[in-house]
């Protein structure tokens, strides 16, 4: 069954640009939809967008223009890249497939100075 | 973007109650709506999708109704794996968005 799993730094500097990568395994990413999704500590979940088969990405617009999500089919994973981050970034991001089903188990990411 | 109203916030209910969620979007979604328990530090997991189509694996005392605006999760009989945070999402529209959760603790 596919396994997803988040990678990069914990920790990134106040207006600095996040970025985190999904390594997809037991199986094609092929013909799937690839989403991100984070969340606060203690708090709710926040859908921040998602790539198609194609790799065509829709954004979640209260990330504005500081979101890039990019897929890499020949290395069957999936970027993430936010930038100008603040505090209010600081959370845990997941990623997940299709309609949210796998999930990876998480990243956190902390960002502070 | 489709606001999610989840009622109520929190709950207490003990082993063997019925417990009912309700997620209430802000305008007609058809029935593009999914659940979501997680349990605390866990990862979110599915349990619903289509509004009333319970995910392979799923316990059968789960089940969810509703279409448009209305929508529930029925759990028939509470059990001690349960007490977890159920989220709705709904997707028929981007941006995606969730309901801001239901958690459900023992009494």
């Known amino acids: 069954q596919v396994q997803l799993q988040e990678s990069g730094p914990g920790l990134v500097k106040p207006s600095e640009t996040l970025s985190l990568t999904c390594g997809v395994s037991g199986g094609s990413m092929s013909n799937h939809y690839w989403s991100w999704v984070r969340q606060p500590a203690g708090k709710g979940l926040e859908w921040l967008g998602r790539l198609s088969p194609s790799g065509s990405p829709i954004y979640n617009p209260t990330l504005k223009s500081r979101v890039t999500m990019s897929v890499d089919t020949s290395k069957n994973q999936f970027s993430l890249k936010l930038s100008s981050v603040t505090a209010a970034d600081t959370a845990i991001y997941y990623c997940a497939r299709d309609l949210l089903d796998p999930w990876g188990r998480g990243t956190t990411v902390t960002v502070s100075s | 973007d489709i606001q999610m109203t989840q009622s109520p916030s929190a709950m207490s209910a003990s082993v063997g109650d019925r417990v009912t969620i309700t997620c209430r979007a802000s305008q007609d979604i058809n029935n593009y709506l999914a659940w979501f328990q997680q349990k605390p530090g866990k990862v979110p997991e599915r349990l619903i999708y289509a509004a009333s189509s319970l995910q392979l694996g799923v316990p059968s005392r789960f089940s969810g109704s509703g279409s448009g605006t209305e929508f529930t999760l029925t759990i028939s009989s509470l059990q001690p794996e349960d007490f977890a945070t159920y989220y709705c999402?709904?997707?028929?529209?981007?941006?995606?968005?969730f309901g801001q959760g239901t958690r459900v603790e023992i009494k």
């Open positions: 999402l709904q997707h028929s529209d981007y941006p995606w968005t």
